[in-house]
């Protein structure tokens, strides 16, 4: 079967995020499918971006064709980016009839974060007989109204909108990453029985050889250690909705308690945490710089409790499907997480801890709450997340689903068409 996935951001582990296209095209691949990722060369997400000769160059990794789609450099969340991802929609649309020709695909699926590009999708499915997904990352138009104070009559929310209904009406299947969204999805026009639900996931091999952390982070945590009983983690962005405030403030209240706090990340909240963590005197907290991705493993299992916060937002009444989230029940550790959602991983993997986000002080008493149990409790918490993780989010487990999907819409097909 020959599969076309669309996703302007995608990337690969040494280039840097996005990781679902690949690790999803990767498994496909191993069970026999040609892949095709349509990606953009500029992304604010990737670690780099290559330089492209021609509008349009194939490369091939891992055994996934990649057709990198030239676009305009930009950074951040401007109008650079608003222009990048329409040069990204026009290049596809104006190349579909080559494109469909060329790749014969049996299914064509758009997953940029964006809307926009379900109608090249569209277009390109049409050409070649082919049925069309549409992969739901992030609710747009809801999130940069609700999330970025958009009003719902900018033109480029009722662009997205516009692209967002006419996805609903004309997809074969909605495959969304956020578990509460079907009934919002059926209001725009969705036929219930098109929706499903696969998250995001991880891999299991590089948790099995994880590589070791660097020395020099490995000998100061090391350190830390010595000196108190508990070590609570985080890793990840530094940023405002990552609710880190709370997490220093609650340090604060520990701060005889013999609980270190460990910030390992970087973002536009750094230099302010650090100054909030001098301001206090606080010499129980500590914030380092980012480690490679390929260590989180090894770094993770050095904490004994891990941290999840995110700022109260409306819109995640639809769900979460964090990235941070698999990686801390992966290392087997029991989680803190104060977020209001739709969805609770950690209730149903019970593996932790729930508490309203943005409260220092609920968070210090479930610190203590931790502190106070036995080995084997804590033990016990982290591999029922664990074992949550394998069953639920392995991307063996996730790219069957999807197939599963395919399948069933090809043999649809089939049938309509005798």
């Known amino acids: 079967m020959n599969i076309l996935l669309i996703n302007h951001y995608a990337g690969s582990p040494s280039m840097g995020m996005e990781y679902r296209p690949y690790y999803m095209g990767r498994e496909w691949t191993s069970m026999g499918h040609n892949v095709t990722i349509i990606l953009a060369n500029n992304s604010h997400l990737r670690k780099y971006n290559p330089k492209m000769p021609d509008k349009l160059s194939e490369q091939k990794i891992d055994g996934i064709n990649y057709l990198w789609v030239k676009t305009p450099e930009y950074e951040g969340n401007g109008l650079g980016r608003v222009r990048n991802m329409f040069a990204f929609i026009r290049r596809i649309y104006s190349e579909s009839k080559f494109i469909a020709e060329k790749y014969k695909p049996d299914v064509v699926i758009a997953s940029s974060t964006y809307p926009s590009d379900n109608y090249v999708a569209r277009k390109i499915a049409n050409l070649s007989g082919a049925k069309y997904i549409y992969e739901v990352h992030d609710l747009w138009p809801l999130s940069p109204m609700e999330l970025g104070g958009m009003d719902k009559f900018h033109p480029f929310i009722l662009a997205m909108q516009h692209g967002e209904t006419f996805a609903y009406r004309n997809a074969d299947a909605v495959v969304s990453m956020l578990p509460m969204t079907k009934d919002y999805m059926v209001s725009k026009g969705l036929s219930p029985t098109k929706w499903y639900y696969i998250p995001n996931g991880f891999v299991k091999s590089e948790w099995e050889n994880p590589k070791p952390l660097n020395d020099g982070i490995a000998k100061t945590i090391e350190k830390i250690r010595n000196n108190f009983d508990l070590l609570v983690g985080y890793t990840g962005t530094i940023g405002l909705a990552n609710a880190l405030y709370s997490l220093v403030n609650a340090g604060e209240r520990l701060g005889n308690k013999s609980v270190a706090i460990v910030i390992v990340g970087k973002g536009p909240e750094k230099d302010n945490l650090l100054s909030l963590i001098d301001e206090k005197q606080l010499n129980n907290v500590f914030l380092f710089e980012p480690v490679d991705k390929k260590e989180i493993p090894d770094l993770l299992k050095r904490f004994d409790i891990l941290y999840i ?65 036995n080995h084997w409790e804590l033990q016990q918490m982290g591999e029922n997340g664990r074992n949550y993780v394998v069953a639920n989010h392995d991307y063996k487990v996730l790219s069957k689903r999807f197939e599963e999907i395919i399948l069933k819409l090809q043999n649809d097909k089939h049938y309509n068409t005798k």
Do not use: H, T, W
């Not at 499907?321 to 801390?328: A, E, F, G, T, V």
């Not at 087997?332 to 104060?338: E, F, L, R």
């Not at 943005?358 to 210090?364: M, T």
């Open 309 to 373: 916060g995110l700022q109260y937002q409306p819109l995640f009444r639809f769900g979460i499907s964090p990235n941070k989230m698999i990686d801390y029940m992966m290392a087997g550790k029991p989680v803190i997480q104060a977020i209001k959602a739709g969805n609770n991983m950690v209730e149903d993997a019970g593996c932790g801890a729930s508490i309203e986000p943005e409260n220092p002080e609920k968070l210090a008493e479930a610190i203590m709450m931790f502190k106070e149990m």
